[in-house]
DNA sequence: TTTT
DNA sequence: TTTT
């Protein structure tokens, strides 16, 4: 029989949260590497009418200049947009012989959208921020925005279910 | 022969900035209805290493409480993220009697993104927001963020463009 | 301010059947063009636990290769998988002087899925197809299966509503 | 400070192949659950005009009705599109104590693609099918098709790499 | 190991 | 009719 091939697709999409600042690593050829881990959201009802967060945690791994710009440009708290792929690592664990495998989620394309703290560069100073500390993704660039969180900034969460 | 039926998909994904506010309006069966306009831009190559942004366009029409909330909370120039799906309206020109149709987008899920203006409530004044004013999307709130753009917000966008 | 570009999608997925052969046209220029129509099902119920199908019919335009290969290989009825975006035309009427626009898909991969109905090759004769004749898509190949659905191949739906 | 929540998005879409017929189990309260392990093809380049077939295996979890119809109506072999999310499972181990976790896809729609080897109802005999018996996905059908692949049915993938 |  |  002719091999009939199906169409193939391999896609994931997040919007989320960076739990911390990306790690930036090299492989032993030189490769750039780095893990964001994003926190993303999901409203799950109880059938009686409350909600809840159900946070899922994803960790995404970016190769080359993404990697390195991820490392540059964000930070912890971050909002990015990730397209990517899932991967299958196997591997043979060493003490027990026994074969293993993780999935994983490789980004493919970042973004990053305008932080939500309306707050100053990361680990920024009072000064202007040098040209290559911008906050950039993408292509695209955010700007610090002067303001501080505040006294004001601690959690609060009432009142802000919208029935969208 | 059996229906053979495929597996369908039509599935629209936005990122993008609203280019004005929603205009909120009913049906005859007083069914809620709005209109967003969305601009997204792509980063364009002329093969020569100069990058342009292009843009489009996109009428994003949304229903029932999506409208409401819609017309509520988000206003021009906001990011908002859309899942929807493609519709294609046909009807009969009254005058030539001929066929028309024009493609559009229906808005499922509508969520906003942070305010990348660090700016206040949309029309907001000073003080805190009333519950009902508080700017939401797909359950999520996004609140003033105190700070003004100051004498830095002038529109500036060199340097922006990250390999990432 | 520096700019605060938001992160940007602009994306369409579409899995459908073609409703006619694509028509494969070339631009003064010279550049491969062509246009895919689709139709996508879609499941509505009316709240009486009745289920209906609404197609949705959409243009997906494709362009250089892919358009020459949606010509060699794809014929109406075909499953097809669409990766595009968005992307409105704009024009003067001629006749009016007024500013019109269209809504389009650009479809950037095209995939094809197996042949439902197990028939040959498109436009096929009886006996082997020559390699340049193998319908393929996005490497991906897909064959002649000689079958003749035979006489059970009524057109037959009832039953199959799975609630899946 | 408000809180500021970010859109959030999780979704996986996957179109591939099933390498195995779906387990179905139920959980202690008796929900049903099964496990559709899905080979996803993707063409890589090696850089010197070389492509190849590099495969993924996602295991994708399904739940209730979906765990049902498809233990009911798929098998090995057979092209599935799933729609999804990532869910990370945490749990401790017992020996070490240590946290562990585990990426996982959680299918919430499945729909499945035509047989592309023209075949017969998976296990079906040569009568018509009973209605319990047809092969569908996403209320959507698949019927048999009677042929046989025939004397050209060899599997034969020379040639197939067309450059959509 | 967790973000908002 | 356009956003950032």
Redesign the interface.
């Known amino acids: 029989?002719?091999?009939?091939?199906?169409?193939?697709?391999?896609?994931?999409?997040?919007?989320?949260?960076l739990t911390r600042d990306p790690e930036l690593r090299y492989t032993p050829k030189g490769t750039a590497v780095a893990d964001l881990s994003i926190a993303?959201?999901?409203?799950v009802s109880d059938g009686a009418g409350n909600?809840t967060d159900e946070t899922?945690?994803?960790?995404v791994t970016v190769w080359g200049?993404?990697a390195e710009?991820s490392q540059k440009?964000l930070t912890k708290g971050r909002?990015?947009?990730v397209?990517g792929?899932?991967?299958?690592d196997t591997w043979e664990d060493k003490q027990s012989g026994q074969k293993r495998s993780?999935?994983?989620?490789v980004g493919e394309?970042?973004?990053?959208?305008?932080?939500?703290?309306?707050g100053g560069v990361p680990n920024g100073g009072g000064g202007s921020p040098s040209?290559s500390a911008?906050p950039?993704?993408?292509?695209?660039?955010?700007?610090?925005?002067?303001?501080s969180?505040?006294p004001?900034?601690?959690?609060?969460?009432e009142?802000?279910?919208?029935?969208?």
Chains 1, 2, 3, 4 share one sequence.
């Open positions: 029989m002719l091999r009939t091939v199906m169409a193939n697709l391999n896609k994931v999409l997040l919007l989320g949260n993303v959201n999901r409203r909600w899922t945690f994803v960790d200049n993404t710009n440009y909002g990015v947009f397209e792929r899932l991967q299958l993780k999935l994983k989620v394309t970042v973004q990053f959208l305008p932080d939500a703290r309306g040209p911008r950039a993704g993408g292509g695209y660039a955010n700007p610090p925005q002067g303001g969180a505040g004001d900034s601690d959690y609060d969460d009142g802000d279910d919208i029935p969208f």
